[in-house]
């Protein structure tokens, strides 16, 4: 199975700040990275796909980036709606795997 | 509008068995691949099962697999998962999604939880 390491496990920044987590892949999954975004008791929801194509309607803030086995997720400028928890998603080979999430809170 | 929503989920004794289903509106159902993805309390996302749009094709967690058997009615825009000798690690909340292509989840439902307990 395809291993996701996710990093860091936790960050808190100052409203404005450019975030940045990434994810690494335990072999080549050329760019067949997802991110997903997960507030507090809802339901995740698509923000890239493609390692760095956004999704319909997120705002141009998020962005993707890498390929092979390593990937960055950024967050340019912190806005107070931000404050979740993220995940990569490797959707390259079966079993589908996530990296361990990254909670963004406010500094 | 896409709308997954989730039935089924409940408490439920180690060794028992359950029937979870997702009904779809507001696409197209029978075009999309569908799949399981579960939360345990506090934890992270791991994904379960997936189905092709027309049945044929079916992938498991290993962990589940002969255990949790994921089907699709597509006259009732409706995926099933059941799911049998269930212990304490299958304690989750339960998410239906869509995956806009194989692999790639664009929607997901509320979630139903799924507490396996004496």
């Known amino acids: 199975d395809i291993q996701m390491t996710q990093s860091p496990p936790s960050l808190s920044a100052v409203l404005g700040d450019r975030v940045t987590i990434t994810c690494q892949a335990s072999?080549?999954?050329?760019?067949?990275l997802s991110w997903y975004q997960q507030r507090p008791g809802k339901p995740p929801q698509l923000l890239i796909y493609?390692?760095?194509t956004l999704e319909t309607g997120v705002p141009s803030r998020f962005s993707g980036g890498g390929s092979g086995t390593n990937f960055t997720f950024t967050i340019s400028s912190l806005q107070s709606e931000d404050i979740a928890t993220y995940y990569c998603?490797?959707?390259?080979?079966?079993?589908?795997?996530f990296g361990q999430g990254t909670k963004v809170e406010i500094k | 509008e896409v709308q997954l929503v989730e039935s089924g989920g409940g408490l439920v004794q180690p060794g028992g068995s359950l029937r979870l289903s997702c009904t779809a509106s507001?696409?197209?159902?029978?075009?999309?691949?569908m799949s399981w993805v579960r939360q345990a309390p506090g934890k992270g996302l791991e994904w379960v099962a997936t189905?092709?749009?027309?049945?044929?094709?079916?992938d498991y967690l290993h962990s589940v697999e002969g255990r949790f058997s994921i089907l699709r009615d597509n006259a009732k825009n409706t995926i099933y998962l059941y799911m049998s000798s269930l212990s304490a690690d299958d304690t989750a909340v339960y998410y239906c999604?869509?995956?806009?292509?194989?692999?790639?989840?664009?929607?997901w439902g509320q979630g139903t939880l799924v507490t396996v307990s004496s």
């Open positions: 999604a869509r995956d806009m292509q194989e692999g790639l989840t664009d929607y």
């Open positions: 507001g696409y197209l159902f029978s075009s999309y691949w």
């Open positions: 189905i092709k749009q027309d049945g044929s094709t079916k």
């Open positions: 072999q080549d999954i050329i760019d067949f």
């Open positions: 493609d390692a760095s």
């Open positions: 998603l490797q959707y390259d080979k079966f079993p589908r795997t």
